[in-house]
């Protein structure tokens, strides 16, 4: 009786631990985090939320960006889904991120494995590998297309090898493979730093214990290391699609969209149309993607979702 009414009589302010229930505590808040955290807040919501609100309603609209403008309902939404140039836009987005992501996440992988090993200057090397991340990507997609316009063409004709000889870049088969290299080459440092710490959390012991039972390298590698940092892989995965479906300066500062729209990229579409009096029109085709790039977050929430990676 007397431990059904300790139950009974106690305070409904608790916080039920197991058997044990413990007192909650309401700590106060002190001025200084909304100090900090006001101004951060009136500036989001000033640059991106309220532009975005605005632009949400005028893809309603048949605005060309000033003037007069009148509704027309889903007039602009249906339209994009028809629309051969917004089609192929997406169709090259979403193909050029399915396939970088696999490139920067097997190459940032195997670079991962290699500077974690007993190596020497390995420290020096991880420096030197992370440069790429650092460097703007307007400026590293001129570099490459001074090499791909010219380096290489040159280093083709002397060679004598023939599909060296001209510009990758002024193929509307090919351009996409130098888009393809050019942004691994930046993407990869950020990918291979979440490795090399997926790799460091992993206990010695685990491997010491593979090796006396007689497990080589490639099965220690894919029975051990790869199922102890598949959360690092899965976000690194989720992470570079939804960052690679943005594709922007690499695109401009490489091909500008082209082969005539071979390269452009949903982001370029998106941008162009704003300069070009599809305002409206563009509003309603980057609402789309904004939706798509929602189902993609919470999809990365999902998966990620319980996994200990960080």
């Known amino acids: 009786m007397a431990t059904t009414t300790a139950a009974v009589t106690a305070p409904k302010t608790g916080r039920r631990t197991g058997a044990a229930t413990m007192p909650r505590t309401d700590r106060k808040v002190e001025g200084t985090y909304y100090?900090?955290?006001?101004?951060?807040?009136?500036?989001?919501?000033?640059?991106?939320?309220v532009p975005a609100i605005i632009g949400i309603f005028f893809s309603f609209t048949n605005s060309i960006g000033f003037g007069d403008w009148e509704f027309v309902g889903l007039i602009n939404y249906i339209a994009v889904f028809t629309?051969?140039?917004?089609?192929?836009?997406?169709?090259?987005?979403?193909?050029?991120?399915?396939?970088?992501?696999?490139?920067?996440?097997?190459?940032?992988?195997?670079?991962a494995v290699g500077l974690v090993s007993r190596i020497r200057l390995k420290t020096p090397l991880r420096a030197i590998f992370v440069i790429?991340?650092?460097?703007?990507?307007?400026?590293?997609?001129?570099?490459?297309?001074?090499?791909?316009?010219n380096s290489v063409p040159a280093l083709g004709q002397?060679?004598?090898?023939?599909?060296?000889?001209?510009?990758?870049?002024?193929?509307?088969?090919?351009?996409?493979?130098?888009?393809?290299i050019?942004?691994?080459?930046?993407?990869?440092?950020?990918?291979?730093?979440?490795?090399?710490?997926?790799?460091?959390?992993?206990?010695?012991?685990v491997y010491e214990a593979a090796d006396i039972d007689g497990a080589g390298k490639v099965a220690q590698l894919l029975r051990i290391t790869l199922p102890l940092v598949a959360g690092y892989v899965v976000i690194n995965v989720?992470?570079?699609?939804?960052?690679?479906?943005n594709a922007y300066e690499i695109i401009v500062g490489l091909t500008n969209g082209g082969p005539g729209t071979a390269t452009r990229s949903i982001a370029m579409t998106i941008f162009t149309g704003f300069s070009g009096g599809d305002y409206a029109y563009q509003m309603?085709?980057?609402t789309i993607f904004f939706l798509i790039v929602i189902v993609l977050s919470i999809l990365q929430l999902r998966l990620t979702r319980g996994r200990n990676v960080f």
Do not use: C, R
């Open 132 to 149: 790429p991340m650092v460097i703007s990507g307007i400026i590293i997609a001129y570099v490459f297309n001074f090499l791909f316009s």
């Open 284 to 286: 309603a085709n980057a």
């Open 238 to 245: 989720i992470l570079g699609f939804k960052n690679f479906l």
């Open 83 to 111: 629309d051969p140039a917004i089609l192929q836009s997406y169709f090259f987005t979403f193909g050029f991120a399915a396939v970088t992501v696999v490139v920067v996440n097997v190459l940032a992988f195997l670079l």
């Open 182 to 205: 050019v942004t691994a080459w930046q993407a990869i440092p950020g990918t291979l730093l979440i490795y090399i710490a997926g790799l460091l959390s992993i206990p010695g012991d």
């Open 35 to 49: 100090l900090l955290l006001f101004p951060a807040l009136i500036l989001f919501t000033l640059a991106i939320t």
């Open 158 to 180: 002397a060679w004598g090898i023939p599909w060296m000889s001209e510009s990758i870049l002024a193929n509307p088969d090919l351009a996409w493979i130098a888009i393809v």
